[in-house]
């Protein structure tokens, strides 16, 4: 079946413009993370969304980003006024429940800010 | 939040069994041991995971020490599709999970 799509793959964008991600996880999982990834780092998690309850949104790094999901499947990850260290690997995954399920993850987007 | 302790790195021979180490002395009595593993390029997938028993699937087995403050990931035979960072994280059960640098895992030919 469909795993995880991200679109773009790549996005590459100048400083102080907005960017939109998105994300279409797998049919039928109410969870859905976001995470980012500089190179040689961990995974850092930004935002988690699972069912109708409010989304978890303490790992946004700054109010530049926020994150939505429409009908509890697409969800759409928005940096506004990109800055440099913006530039990260941007992934998203989903599970059938919450943080103890496995999680499925996307191809991730590759955002450079020049 | 428990944190993790894995080695930077490791390297093994194909066709060699493997166990990666990773230690988690703070996790809590709730939190399971899950292992991802990251690919060059490419998103982290899902190895495996256990709360207190040792755990086995098709792609690898998990031992769960008595105390659970520590855990090995055992590959039984690497193979070089096997190269890639594995992540050790304590967590679910409602509580986040927490992202280390992982090991990165060499196979030698």
């Known amino acids: 079946g469909a795993g995880v799509s991200q679109s773009p793959s790549n996005k590459v964008t100048e400083k102080g413009k907005d960017v939109e991600l998105r994300c279409d996880p797998i049919?039928?999982?109410?969870?859905l993370y976001w995470y980012r990834q500089s190179l040689g780092q961990g995974l850092e998690f930004l935002i988690y969304?699972?069912?109708?309850?409010?989304?978890?949104k303490s790992g946004l790094p700054s109010d530049r980003f926020s994150a939505e999901r429409t009908g509890g499947s697409v969800s759409t990850l928005t940096i506004q006024r990109t800055q440099q260290e913006d530039s990260a690997v941007y992934l998203c995954?989903?599970?059938?429940?919450?943080?103890?399920?496995?999680?499925?993850f996307g191809p991730g987007t590759r955002l450079t800010v020049t | 939040d428990a944190k993790t302790t894995q080695p930077n790195s490791m390297e093994s021979n194909e066709e060699e069994p493997v166990h990666l180490p990773c230690n988690h002395s703070?996790?809590?009595?709730?939190?399971?041991i899950h292992w991802y593993r990251q690919l060059p390029s490419q998103g982290p997938e899902y190895v495996i995971h256990g709360l207190t028993s040792n755990v086995n699937n098709r792609m690898a087995s998990l031992a769960i020490a008595e105390d659970r403050k520590s855990s090995t990931l055992i590959l039984h035979r690497a193979t070089l599709r096997d190269a890639a960072v594995y992540y050790c994280?304590?967590?679910?059960?409602?509580?986040?999970?927490?992202w280390g640098l992982g090991t990165s895992l060499a196979v030698n030919p």
């Open positions: 969304f699972q069912g109708n309850s409010a989304p978890d």
């Open positions: 703070t996790i809590s009595g709730t939190d399971y």
């Open positions: 994280i304590a967590g679910g059960n409602n509580r986040k999970l927490i």
């Open positions: 049919s039928g999982h109410t969870a």
């Open positions: 995954a989903s599970s059938l429940g919450g943080w103890g399920y496995e999680q499925y």
